[in-house]
């Protein structure tokens, strides 16, 4: 525990005996003098097919559902400027087209922004915390 770059999550919470019995290795079994550097760590670590499956993960969520809502936005703006009668219509009372479609803009932000939440927390997140883990395990001996 005297070790600065010591991490309880990266250890399994306080069990180091493999550690203290690999005290004399880095990870991977290297001797200390042949750890690779952190560079050539991470490069490694992204070109991992684990890696790639997390950011193929993001991707495939995100761009759709980025390309989505600005499709959603410009739609409200071109309406609104070249549709004015369109959006003037009332649809109860005072509420107009361009009101509930404003407030729609709100309602998908807050939508979109569950769904990535979701999204991240069934799809990526322990994916991404294993890489996480073993990527300190990794670089433990670099900054010893």
């Known amino acids: 525990m005297d070790d600065p770059w010591y991490d309880a999550l990266a250890a399994g919470w306080g069990e180091h005996g493999e550690a203290e019995a690999r005290a004399g290795e880095a990870p991977g079994g290297l001797p200390r003098q042949q750890a690779r550097s952190a560079a050539e760590i991470y ?81 990526r997140d322990r994916a991404a915390l294993e890489l996480r883990w073993d990527t300190q395990e990794m670089t433990r001996g670099v900054h010893q």
């Open 43 to 123: 490069l490694e670590v992204q070109r991992s097919p684990a890696f790639q499956e997390v950011r193929s993960r993001y991707r495939r969520f995100v761009f759709p559902a980025a390309a989505a809502f600005i499709l959603w936005y410009l739609a409200y703006v071109v309406a609104a400027t070249v549709a004015p009668g369109l959006m003037a219509r009332p649809v109860a009372g005072a509420v107009n087209v361009a009101m509930v479609a404003g407030l729609g803009q709100f309602a998908t932000t807050f939508l979109l922004t569950w769904a990535y939440a979701r999204h991240a927390r069934l799809r």
